[in-house]
């Protein structure tokens, strides 16, 4: 069966520094992609980030990047310098192709300043 | 700008009652999505829509059905709504493709069932 697991329901993280918001995914697929979503208090589900399974490099976006490692199955994000508006519920997701993508229970991230 | 739009930001149905949610999307999508959202839950797939007039039933379907009659128009429906229906509802919508592919997603709707 395929599943998402976020262990971390709440994180804090000051303003500026680095934080990583863990992720691991369990399936038999050997093509699958991983999306981490970001959703801020206003309710709208906002894409972040994907790696696709035969990608070889990290995939990086602006202060957002992914770390995938693939034997451990993990595909923890990591946001460099947080600010404020960082603040917001993170979803770790996975589709293996087709319709259907299944969502981690999400991480809350709080920044401080 | 690409746009999910979603009927109600908030609504408030009692017991028993016929609920529609619409959701629109401009991006000429052919997949379509209705998800529930719960706390602890994360997001929970309700129903989906790969083309006009067709539906697939997603984990949670009991007790909702779907129509879309128009590509960029896909409507939720709670027959008889109940108390454990109360919840977030979430549509989003994404081009049809074999490989994986992000989901552009709505506001969301905050329905109560009293």
């Known amino acids: 069966a395929q599943k998402i697991t976020q262990t971390q329901p709440g994180m804090f993280v000051q303003e500026k520094e680095a934080v990583t918001l863990d992720c691991t995914y369990d399936?038999?697929?050997?093509?699958?992609?991983l999306f981490w979503y970001k959703q801020p208090s206003s309710g709208e589900m906002i894409f972040l980030i994907y790696q696709g399974s035969y990608d070889e490099q990290n995939a990086t976006e602006g202060r957002y990047s992914l770390n995938f490692q693939k034997a451990r199955k993990s595909a923890n994000l990591v946001i460099s310098a947080s600010q404020l508006g960082d603040s917001a519920m993170y979803f770790c997701?996975?589709?293996?192709?087709?319709?259907?993508?299944?969502f981690g229970a999400g991480t809350r991230l709080f920044v401080k300043a | 700008d690409v746009k999910v739009t979603q009927s109600s930001r908030y609504l408030v149905k009692r017991t028993g009652e016929k609920v529609f949610l619409e959701c629109v999307q401009d991006?000429?999508?052919?997949?379509m999505f209705w998800y529930r959202q719960d706390p602890g839950l994360g997001l929970r797939l309700i129903y989906f829509?790969?083309?006009?007039?067709?539906?697939e039933k997603g984990d949670i379907p009991e007790g909702y059905s779907v129509s879309r009659e128009k590509k960029e128009r896909f409507s939720l429906i709670l027959e008889s709504a109940s108390t454990n229906q109360t919840s977030m509802y979430l549509c989003?919508?994404?081009?049809?493709?074999?490989?994986?592919?992000?989901?552009?997603f709505g506001p969301g709707t905050r329905l109560t069932v009293t």
């Open positions: 399936t038999s697929d050997q093509s699958y992609g």
């Open positions: 829509s790969y083309d006009v007039k067709m539906k």
């Open positions: 997701a996975m589709s293996t192709g087709g319709f259907k993508t299944i």
């Open positions: 991006m000429d999508h052919e997949n």
């Open positions: 989003a919508s994404s081009i049809y493709s074999g490989a994986p592919y992000e989901q552009y």
